[in-house]
């Protein structure tokens, strides 16, 4: 009994010792900092610390590492790595910081990142692709617009509450200055994609130097995925996107390789849809001044957090699976290649893919589907008319409504820039119904171009060899294109390094964009020799542009 209440006083007296090393552990700082005491040794980062001084030796991420974090870039609360980003790279001093001070530093970074990627995504001073869009021929104005001449009347179709302002996922920015003093919206605090929208008119999608594509390009990359559904209709599996700001994206994933040629069996409405193909196409068409494709940038994206965990599609959430490479895998449904032997894969869950920015909808902006004159017929016995009458093209030019305004001279346009790429599949083509028949043609679903570098398929060449009719504008462009100075492969490779999927093209294909060009203009100069340069070049730089659209008609033999 007295042996077990002597270890009862030891027990509490250990229980006293502990409690009381423990206050004066506490009190030590207290007390060093009031008698003026301290460390004198200099201060050893933690490990927390570590990567942030980490990132500031090194700058910011390179384009590898910016590639594998990109899934996060938009979601502070992702993973640490996004977290690490968020943190100023130098250390800041000791010392409690103020709330205000916090939101004045996370603004600042957002700031510089911002400044950054608009640096990327503009043509380097002293660049060639600089130099052409300085050049005489790319600085053509547009004439005077009217409400009849643009897609939408800002003020009186765009109607958006004031109080949407407050979610900074609408605004993006959301600054004082962008409210008009009425307390309404003003045009620039709109989101780059309805911007692009507003910006529609009868003569292009979007204008030569506008800011708003650079910066809808970097939305089609940053802006976290919030819902995703397969796209009905189509040969092959379509994804759309959309975002955060409420904008939208059609994702065509990869499926081939870069270095991957079309076989020479397969027939050209069964050949892939390359995504690599949609991102060269808008940088071919803004390179030839056409403007007729809707903004295209190359994102990486994680399968399971960005489609799989987002999507409400049932019938696309049944379809992944995990290979047995222990790569995440899903194939969707549609017509052709969607099936376990055609899966899409990623490495384990990364896969590239092509981000096109969505038109307006169509019960805002109704659009006209035409048939292509020059359509293929789809058979694997059947020929289509023009391919066995040489004269196809004069009855096509007696057919509304190529008899009259600018159809037939935007339909060689179309020509050259499939022609360029390769691409044997045109059916048919859309335009903006508001504007009737004096309008451009909008050059859609590119993603089987550039198939087979190391053929030509002249027979994509037929309409223009058959009509022998071209803009003036387009003409010297070509031929401005064929120089040196501006050579199409080397302004293709600059403007496509800018994507974040880049290299987009391998060489052999930007050389045989070099070899096509010669073909064109050596198609154009036969046509001049036989029927002379007046019939075969409509000329569109006198006056201003809108003359254009009011000639009697195309030229008869």
Request: glycine share 6%.
């Amino acid at each position: 009994m007295i042996l077990l209440r002597k270890f009862r006083v030891l027990i509490l007296m250990v229980f006293l010792v502990a409690c009381s090393m423990h206050i004066m552990i506490d009190l030590l700082p207290k007390l060093e900092r009031q008698s003026g005491g301290g460390c004198s040794c200099s201060h050893t980062p933690s490990e927390q610390e570590q990567p942030e001084r980490g990132w500031a030796k090194q700058g910011w991420p390179n384009k590898h590492t910016l590639r594998i974090l990109q899934d996060f870039s938009s979601e502070p609360s992702s993973n640490a790595s996004s977290r690490s980003v968020d943190r100023p790279p130098a250390a800041r001093a000791p010392g409690p910081e103020l709330p205000g001070q916090r939101a004045d530093r996370k603004r600042l970074f957002a700031q510089d990142a911002g400044a950054a990627a608009a640096a990327r995504l503009r043509p380097a001073r002293g660049s060639r692709l600089s130099a052409l869009f300085e050049h005489p021929l790319y600085r053509r104005s547009v004439p005077g617009l009217t409400d009849e001449d643009t897609l939408f009347n800002v003020n009186a179709d765009i109607r958006l509450d004031p109080k949407a302002a407050e979610d900074p996922a609408w605004t993006g920015e959301g600054t004082e200055d962008e409210f008009s003093p009425t307390g309404e919206l003003t045009a620039e605090s709109y989101p780059n994609w309805l911007r692009f929208h507003i910006g529609i008119n009868r003569y292009e999608l979007y204008s030569r130097h506008n800011p708003v594509i650079d910066a809808l390009l970097k939305d089609l990359v940053t802006q976290r995925i919030t819902t995703v559904a397969m796209k009905s209709g189509g040969t092959q599996l379509k994804l759309i996107m959309t975002f955060q700001n409420y904008g939208q994206a059609l994702f065509k994933p990869m499926k081939q390789t870069r270095e991957q040629e079309t076989p020479p069996d397969f027939f050209y409405f069964s050949d892939f849809e390359r995504h690599n193909a949609e991102i060269a196409a808008f940088h071919l068409d803004r390179i030839l001044d056409f403007r007729r494709v809707p903004p295209v940038a190359g994102r990486l994206v994680n399968m399971t957090k960005e489609i799989r965990d987002v999507t409400r599609d049932k019938k696309l959430w049944r379809t992944f699976f995990i290979s047995p490479a222990n790569n995440v895998c899903f194939y969707g449904e549609c017509s052709y290649y969607c099936s376990t032997e055609h899966a899409l894969c990623g490495k384990p869950d990364q896969i590239e893919g092509s981000l096109a920015a969505f038109l307006p909808d169509l019960a805002l902006a109704k659009r006209k589907t035409w048939r292509n004159p020059w359509r293929r017929s789809y058979h694997k016995r059947k020929k289509a008319e023009w391919e066995v009458d040489p004269d196809y093209c004069e009855e096509v030019k007696q057919t509304p409504p190529y008899d009259s305004g600018t159809r037939l001279l935007d339909i060689m346009d179309m020509t050259i820039f499939d022609f360029l790429m390769g691409n044997m599949d045109r059916h048919h083509y859309e335009t903006f119904e508001k504007f009737g028949n004096e309008t451009f043609i909008i050059h859609l679903d590119n993603g089987r171009g550039f198939g087979k570098h190391s053929h030509d398929e002249m027979s994509i060449l037929v309409p223009l060899v058959q009509c022998c009719r071209v803009r003036k504008s387009t003409h010297l462009r070509l031929q401005l294109l064929a120089k040196e100075e501006y050579k199409l492969s080397v302004l293709m490779a600059e403007s496509m390094t800018r994507d974040r999927l880049s290299p987009i093209l391998i060489q052999p294909h930007l050389n045989a964009m070099d070899r096509r060009l010669r073909l064109v203009l050596n198609a154009l100069s036969e046509c001049i020799d036989k029927e002379g340069y007046s019939y075969v070049v409509e000329d569109d730089l006198q006056g201003d542009r809108g003359a254009e659209h009011t000639h009697s008609g195309p030229r008869r033999r």
